[in-house]
């Protein structure tokens, strides 16, 4: 009964929509309002973000102040699920996504991927979808400052023992995974934002310590960072300098030879 209130509700904001009618911001608060109070029915939020997504596909103007805060907060407090990531995706995606909304997104899918390494990959793609589109912001740069010396102190980290306490090798893993994606952008503000993190312990050596997955992966991250080797030289001679101007050239040998002879 719930999921056809629901789909007669987006049937009607459709219409609002469509007619252009004043009534269709009401419609939006109210469906809003329903994903985040039911946010923990997961088949209801799942088809509640399902519909809300395709009418902001379809909607580009429609602004996003009343639902990216409080959903973040509901994300933080009370989880998510595999289908949520489509949903931040959209919003990722939106045009009338505002840098401090998107920073909001970026700060939760960090979270994320850092402390659940099941849940690295989708985590990284509204992450890395935002770093991209917001990449000339100053507080995103500096979010991914933040960001490499939280990851690397967690790879750095104390490794637990027999799954008590300390940091799982998997948890290392993930954390260099969303560090490697944000590398993998290219973008030289972020490079130069992670590369005095990630440095000390590419640099350090392991001798035996770091598990090898983990040196691997600190070595492919730091690769990224510091950029590819410069191209050999391949001109095995120098040119011979030029003669100062107005100096007179000397002729090849075989024809000062021939001058010899006659």
């Known amino acids: ?37 039911n946010y923990n029915e997961s088949d209801l939020r799942a088809l509640t973000e399902g519909r809300l997504g395709a009418t902001l596909q379809d909607n580009p103007r429609m602004p996003l102040a009343l639902l990216v805060e409080p959903l973040m907060r509901r ?10 990531f489509d949903f931040f995706l959209t919003l990722a995606r939106h045009p009338r996504l505002e840098p401090a909304q998107a920073l909001m997104i970026v700060d939760v899918m960090t979270r994320v991927a850092m402390t659940d390494p099941a849940a690295v990959h989708s985590a990284c793609v509204p992450l890395v979808e935002l770093l991209l589109r917001f990449s000339e ?6 979010f991914v400052g933040r960001l490499g010396k939280l990851g690397m102190s967690i790879v750095a980290g104390e490794e637990s023992a027999g799954g008590t306490g300390g940091i799982t090798s998997a948890r290392k893993l993930g954390v260099l995974d969303v560090l490697t994606k944000v590398a993998e952008t290219g973008h030289k503000p972020y490079l130069e934002q992670l590369r005095p993190a990630v440095q000390p312990l590419a640099t350090l050596g392991d001798g035996g310590a770091t598990p090898l997955a983990i040196a691997n992966q600190v070595q492919r991250l730091w690769a990224i960072l510091d950029g590819p080797p410069a191209p050999p030289d391949k001109r095995k001679d120098p040119p011979p300098p030029k003669p100062p101007r107005g100096a007179s050239k000397q002729p090849p040998a075989h024809a000062a030879k021939e001058e010899e002879d006659a």
């Not at 056809?4 to 009607?12: D, M, N, P, Q, Y």
């Not at 994300?75 to 998510?80: A, H, I, S």
């Not at 912001?137 to 500096?142: Q, R």
Request: no cysteine; net charge negative.
């Open 1 to 37: 009964m719930r999921m056809a209130g629901h789909e007669g509700a987006f049937r009607l904001l459709g219409a609002f929509i469509e007619a252009k009618s004043q009534n269709a911001a009401v419609a939006y608060k109210l469906v809003v309002a329903s994903l985040l109070e």
């Open 75 to 84: 994300v933080r407090g009370d989880g998510y699920a595999d289908f949520d």
């Open 137 to 142: 912001h100053a507080s995103v740069v500096d």
